[in-house]
């Protein structure tokens, strides 16, 4: 899987938007970007994945350059829950058995 | 809901003894992994198993082996317990294809 980078923490207030970068600058045309994040002492939690196009679901927004060498994972109105770490992944499609390579991802506080 | 459900949240046990983690889920999910999470290291993959009683190492397999005799149902074996073995460990699934990974609450174990 291509290797990512994520600033190691990021603070925002609460009720405003969360922007999370991610940047993955050798990632293959056939490689997806997935976000996780993991609040503390729980299992991580799947968030979004996308391959080219910006992806929007019920808890976040996906924003991926138009060269892909980068993302961004946004939370709309981030509330004090959305305190965790975030991981950014990428890894190929086909959802091989193969398992997830987790960084150190970005421990995001969210300021009341 | 999709549930993956691991039979103990904390767990002590003492040098050499046989110990065994359950893993259960309810989504008829191909695909079941272990993990173990340590501060500094992040998340690594012990073992996967992509179908019933196939099973296949992951990146740190040592000291571990695993059983799937039933689609639903993923247990890691530590077959003599070390306390270098002391760690989250985390079991996941998925469905073949580009899903994102449902991940369990943790077992927290502890060897004395």
């Known amino acids: 899987d291509a290797k990512t980078t994520q600033p190691p923490s990021m603070d925002c207030a609460e009720g405003r938007a969360a922007n999370l970068p991610c940047n993955h600058s050798?990632?293959?045309?056939?490689?997806?970007v997935y976000w996780y994040r993991q609040i503390h002492s729980q299992g991580p939690q799947y968030i979004i994945h996308?391959?080219?196009n910006n992806e929007t679901n019920e808890m976040a927004s996906l924003i991926i350059t138009e060269d892909r060498k980068s993302s961004t994972l946004i939370l709309p109105h981030a509330t004090l829950r959305d305190t965790a770490v975030y991981y950014c992944i990428v890894r190929v499609g086909g959802g091989g058995a193969d398992g997830l390579t987790f960084g150190k991802g970005t421990h995001l506080i969210i300021q009341p | 809901d999709v549930k993956v459900t691991q039979s103990s949240r904390y767990l002590v046990k003492r040098t050499g003894e046989k110990v065994f983690l359950e893993c259960v889920q309810d989504?008829?999910?191909?695909?079941m992994f272990w993990y173990r999470q340590d501060p500094g290291l992040g998340l690594r993959l012990i073992y996967f198993?992509?179908?019933?009683?196939?099973?296949e190492k992951g990146d740190i397999p040592e000291g571990y082996s695993v059983s799937r005799e039933k689609k639903e149902r993923f247990s890691l074996i530590l077959e003599s317990a070390s306390t270098n073995q002391t760690s989250m460990y985390l079991c996941?699934?998925?469905?073949?294809?580009?899903?994102?990974?449902?991940f369990g609450s943790g077992t927290r174990l502890t060897v004395v």
């Open positions: 989504m008829d999910h191909e695909n």
């Open positions: 198993s992509y179908d019933v009683k196939m099973k």
């Open positions: 996308g391959l080219k």
């Open positions: 996941a699934t998925s469905m073949v294809g580009n899903y994102g990974y449902t």
């Open positions: 050798t990632i293959s045309g056939n490689e997806y």
